[in-house]
């Protein structure tokens, strides 16, 4: 029987920032070890970013409700929730949507890089925890050797737009005369170097702050800004007209309190852009008079705007990826065949082995040329007669036809589980 590819997702296409932040799992190693305890699923990884939440899972039997359930458990969240928002796709449309992730095709900012790093690192991690294995590690192999092909031959993320030069023009766009207002970064991260590479090649000013001040200069003297005090920024937000915060906090750093203290002083206003996922400012910030608060959402508004430059190289990306997912459905499916070729192999080799001893034994041949000569013909022989039902074998299971590989099982006497 063949083995399922299941991928259930909450992406900022069905979802708006803050209900998206509620599906972040907290603790991955926890999340893999209840997946695959409690939802049926022999195999996992899950990709987090700022845009998606997603697991990819695979399962002789799986249950989605399980999955609900599990993942529910681990943010605390009620199943209503997930009917709203939850997608679910198995096999083929999982792998075109996995090709779709790591070609840049499903980011917000379409080609844009840093995902195909998201996904390596969530690979790689799965890996390491043994969350993955065979399936999961040939499939996410494959899929990002193929997302970086195409985007290397179809130049999809060429042209500058980024999530940091959106938030820039989101900026240009709500302010006046943005060049004389105090701009703050806070964040030295990925995030924080598009912001930073988009105000430079502006030609705006800005401060940037991290927790440590060193990794602040550090990030200046190669990105631009001037560093400042992390400490000296968290009491005296008064002093910058527009924040853009790009951290991983898990919690607010700018808050409520912080901000409406800063607005006693600051008459003209402050603009604050939040590009984290979960979100690092209060939302309730925006209830301050003067205080204007954008966040992700606005940026994929924004990001829509733009794309327009990119929006032809989509179409070619698709048609590539439709085709692609073929060839990595068909090998995907060859997996399931795979254990039953190689223990059938097997098998014979070792009956190949003992019946050649037996053989040399009765004609004590010593002659080392002669001996070889046997032995390659035992090899050949068994080849020849092997190799085509075996080829066919696998052709059948790429065709997506599990019962060849059960009567195959059955004709051959192998007893192992053929689907593991
Ligand atoms: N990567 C993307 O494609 C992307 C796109 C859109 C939005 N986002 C969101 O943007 C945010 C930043 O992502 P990133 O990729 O730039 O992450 P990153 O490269 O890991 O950088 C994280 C930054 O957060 C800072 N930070 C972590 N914990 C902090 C704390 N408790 N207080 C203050 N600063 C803290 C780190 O500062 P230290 O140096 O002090 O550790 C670092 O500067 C995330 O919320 C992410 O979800 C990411």
């Given at each position: 029987m063949k083995q399922n590819i299941i991928n259930a997702r909450v992406t900022f296409r069905s979802s708006p920032i803050h209900v998206l932040e509620?599906?972040?799992?907290?603790d991955l190693e926890v999340a893999y070890e209840r997946f695959k305890r409690h939802s049926g699923l022999d195999e996992c990884v899950i990709i987090q970013t700022c845009n998606r939440i997603e697991l990819f899972g695979k399962s002789k039997y799986q249950d989605i409700e399980k999955i609900k359930k599990t993942w529910a458990s681990l943010t605390g969240l009620d199943e209503e929730t997930f009917k709203e928002n939850l997608e679910i796709v198995e096999n083929h449309e999982a792998f075109h949507h996995l090709l779709k992730l790591t070609s840049g095709l499903d980011s917000m900012v379409v080609g844009e890089e840093q995902i195909l790093g998201q996904i390596k690192n969530s690979i790689t991690a799965a890996r390491n925890i043994k969350a993955s294995g065979k399936h999961l590690n040939t499939l996410f192999d494959k899929a990002i050797r193929i997302g970086t092909r195409i985007r290397n031959t179809s130049g999809i993320g060429r042209g500058g737009i980024s999530v940091g030069s959106m938030a820039v023009k989101l900026a240009e766009e709500n302010i006046d005369e943005l060049k004389f207002k105090r701009i703050l970064l806070i964040g030295t991260g990925e995030v924080s170097t598009l912001v930073a590479k988009s105000l430079q090649r502006r030609g705006y000013d800005f401060a940037v702050t991290s927790r440590t001040l060193d990794r602040s200069k550090m990030f200046c003297e190669t990105m631009g800004g001037s560093p400042i005090k992390f400490e000296e920024v968290l009491s005296g937000f008064e002093n910058y007209d527009i924040l853009f915060v790009a951290t991983t906090a898990p919690y607010f750093l700018v808050t409520y309190e912080r901000i409406t203290n800063a607005m006693k002083e600051n008459k003209k206003g402050m603009m604050i852009l939040d590009l984290s996922n979960p979100r690092t400012v209060d939302e309730k910030v925006a209830t301050i008079g003067g205080v204007k608060l954008m966040n992700l959402d606005q940026i994929a508004e924004m990001v829509e705007k733009n794309m327009n430059a990119r929006l032809n190289k989509v179409k070619t990306v698709e048609n590539i990826i439709n085709e692609e997912v073929l060839v990595l459905e068909a090998s995907m499916k060859r997996l399931d065949a795979e254990p039953l070729v190689k223990g059938v192999f097997k098998d014979i080799d070792s009956l190949r082995v003992k019946e050649l001893q037996k053989a040399l034994q009765m004609l004590d041949e010593k002659d080392e040329k002669k001996i070889k000569i046997i032995e390659e013909l035992t090899k050949a022989v068994v080849e020849s007669i092997v190799s085509t039902p075996m080829n066919n074998i696998r052709k059948a299971s790429e065709q997506g036809d599990p019962d060849v590989i059960e009567m195959a099982s059955k004709l051959f006497d192998y007893k192992k589980n053929t689907l593991d």
């Open positions: 509620r599906f972040t799992i907290k």
